[in-house]
């Protein structure tokens, strides 16, 4: 069964800062990993997709990279904003092939202007 | 143009009764799911229709009846209440490789939410 964690639980940081969100998960064999945003009372936002094959994937001042391997992803943010505060999570699928996605508890993120 | 929506958004009740959420997705995906988020935020998955077939049915009461009438709907309904199913409940919807296997570079999108408080 497919376990996912994030750490940290929360983070606060000044605006301005880069910071890196981490995920790990137990089961290697993965399709892939997708990072995702949730803002207070909203839904979630796909922010980046690894496919299993790739090591990294970039949109904006978002950087995720993923080691299969070790069962680890990180999410990068560059230049951070105060608009980037939400939550954010990451969720990888389960071996099996069917689509059931595991999500991580997620990591609490705030910048401070 | 809204991907995946859902109705109601809010939803508040009684122990006991029955509702139903709605959901629609206009992305054309063969696959739709229904998750729920609980109070500690954490999100787990309940169900998963691919083309109208159920394919992933987790430990959920009975209680909780998913309906796929077509490949772009899957509704949510949910017999006699009771307070611990106050949650979010989302709804998402992906492109698979075919019967519900994989889904390679597309992403899993998700609805809004909708917000149920049972009293």
């Known amino acids: 069964k497919q376990e996912v964690t994030q750490i940290p639980a929360a983070l606060s940081v000044p605006e301005g800062e880069n910071l890196v969100l981490n995920c790990s998960f137990t089961?290697?064999?993965?399709?892939?990993l997708q990072w995702f945003r949730q803002d207070p009372g909203k839904g979630l936002t796909s922010l980046l997709l690894i496919q299993s094959s790739q090591r990294e994937q970039t949109s904006g001042r978002l950087n995720a990279s993923l080691d299969k391997s070790s069962g680890r992803s990180t999410l990068y943010i560059a230049a951070s904003q105060p608009g980037d505060s939400a939550t954010y999570l990451c969720?990888?699928?389960?071996?099996?092939?069917?689509?059931?996605?595991?999500f991580g508890t997620g990591t609490k993120l705030q910048v401070i202007p | 143009d809204t991907a995946v929506s859902q109705t109601p958004k809010y939803l508040v009740t009684q122990m006991g009764n029955d509702k139903s959420i709605k959901c629609e997705q206009n992305l054309g995906h063969d696959t739709m799911y229904w998750y729920k988020q609980d109070s500690k935020k954490f999100l787990k998955i309940m169900f998963s229709y691919n083309n109208k077939e159920l394919i992933i049915n987790e430990t959920v009461p009975n209680r909780f009846s998913p309906k796929s009438p077509d490949k772009a709907h899957l509704n949510l309904h949910i017999n006699s209440l009771e307070l611990g199913d106050s949650a979010v409940y989302f709804c998402?919807?992906?492109?698979?490789?075919?019967?519900?296997?994989?889904?390679?570079?597309?992403?899993?999108?998700f609805g809004a939410g909708s917000r149920l408080t049972v009293l």
């Open positions: 969720a990888v699928p389960d071996s099996g092939g069917y689509q059931k996605v595991t």
């Open positions: 998402a919807s992906s492109q698979t490789n075919g019967q519900g296997r994989g889904y390679g570079a597309n992403v899993l999108t």
């Open positions: 089961d290697s064999a993965i399709y892939n």
